[in-house]
C-alpha cells in the first residue's frame, strides 16, 4: 500500500529548477528519516538526498551537492527537494521514501516507497 505520494516532476530544461515534494497522510512516517531516491532507464535505484527526523542533518549525493535542497516541514508531513541547475543527466524517476528505524544513510534503510515522480531535462 502506496503512503507516500510524490509530486512535482516534469520536463524542463537544462539549468532550470524544479521543486519535488512528497507527502504522507496523517501522522504516517511523521517523525521519520526521509529521502529522495533516483532510478535512470537501465541503472539502479540511488541516494539522491535523505534527511533526519528534525531536519537538522542531510545528506546528498556528490553529483547533486550545491544544486540540490532537501527539507521537510513535519506539520504538514511533507518533504522537499529543490533541485536547480538541472543538468540532462538528472534524467530520472525520483521517489521518496521513509525509513522505518533511525538509519538514514544508505539506500537500503529505507522502506517505505511513493510511486515515483518523471523528471525529464533535456533542451
Known amino acids: 500500500q502506496v503512503q507516500l505520494v510524490e509530486s512535482g516532476g516534469g520536463l524542463v530544461q537544462p539549468g532550470d529548477s524544479l521543486r519535488l515534494s512528497c507527502a504522507a497522510p496523517?501522522?504516517?512516517f511523521r517523525w521519520s528519516p526521509k529521502g529522495w531516491f533516483r532510478q535512470a532507464p537501465g541503472k539502479e535505484r540511488?541516494?539522491?538526498?535523505?534527511?533526519?527526523?528534525?531536519?537538522?542533518?542531510?545528506n546528498y549525493a556528490d553529483s547533486v551537492k550545491c544544486r540540490f535542497t532537501i527539507s521537510r516541514d513535519n506539520a504538514k508531513n511533507t518533504v522537499y527537494l529543490q533541485m536547480n541547475s538541472l543538468k540532462p543527466e538528472d534524467r530520472a524517476v525520483y521517489y521518496c521514501?521513509?525509513?522505518?528505524?533511525?538509519?538514514?544513510?544508505?539506500?537500503?534503510?529505507?522502506?517505505?516507497w511513493g510511486q515515483g515522480t518523471q523528471v525529464t531535462v533535456s533542451s
Open positions: 540511488e541516494l539522491v538526498a535523505t534527511i533526519t527526523p528534525s531536519g537538522d542533518q542531510t
Open positions: 521514501a521513509a525509513a522505518y528505524g533511525s538509519a538514514w544513510k544508505s539506500v537500503s534503510d529505507f522502506g517505505a
Open positions: 496523517k501522522n504516517i
